[in-house]
């Protein structure tokens, strides 16, 4: 006999949790690759990665509270927390492995990371222009197929 809960098995709950943390993990993870580009780029490692986590989880709840009408909504911003702390620890790891607390500890042939936010701007918009130019012709040919 299984368990119920608000009158569903608690297998069903626990599949829709985990359903819903994969969802907001790989939101928040595709979010943060496009947020390290902007945020905090002159910061100490570690409040660089609590910048980029905590505007990849701000967009992923953002997106999934306002992006479709569910009475479930009101829990995004909690459901989300988990998937935004291992957003923190991959970047914290990331940028303490690569900070110098000097730049004469800097080895030969390492190049210092562009600190200006249009280059991160410039590389996401050039990639998102490229993805366009690829799928263009997927996106026509199914328009083409299914009119009259």
Same mark, same amino acid.
């Given at each position: 006999m299984?368990?119920?809960i608000f009158g569903q098995p608690l297998s069903d709950w626990l599949l829709g949790i985990g359903f819903v943390l994969a969802i907001t993990g790989a939101i928040?993870?595709? #979010?943060s690759f496009v947020v390290v580009k902007f945020v905090g780029l002159q910061s100490p490692p570690i409040r660089r990665a609590v910048l980029t986590a905590a505007s990849a989880y701000a967009l992923c709840s953002g997106f999934l509270i306002f992006g479709g009408a569910s009475e479930y909504a009101i829990w995004v911003p909690l459901v989300?927390?988990?998937a935004a702390i291992g957003?923190?620890?991959? /970047?914290? #790891?990331g940028f303490l492995r690569a900070w110098y607390d000097d730049p004469s500890q800097i080895p030969e042939g390492v190049g210092i990371a562009n600190q200006? /936010?249009?280059?991160?701007l410039y590389a996401v918009a050039g990639a998102a222009i490229i993805l366009m130019v690829k799928k263009a012709p997927l996106i026509f040919a199914v328009q083409n197929s299914t009119s009259p």
């Open positions: 299984d368990t119920l928040q993870f595709m #979010a989300s927390i988990p957003v923190y620890h991959y /970047w914290k #790891a200006d /936010w249009r280059v991160g």
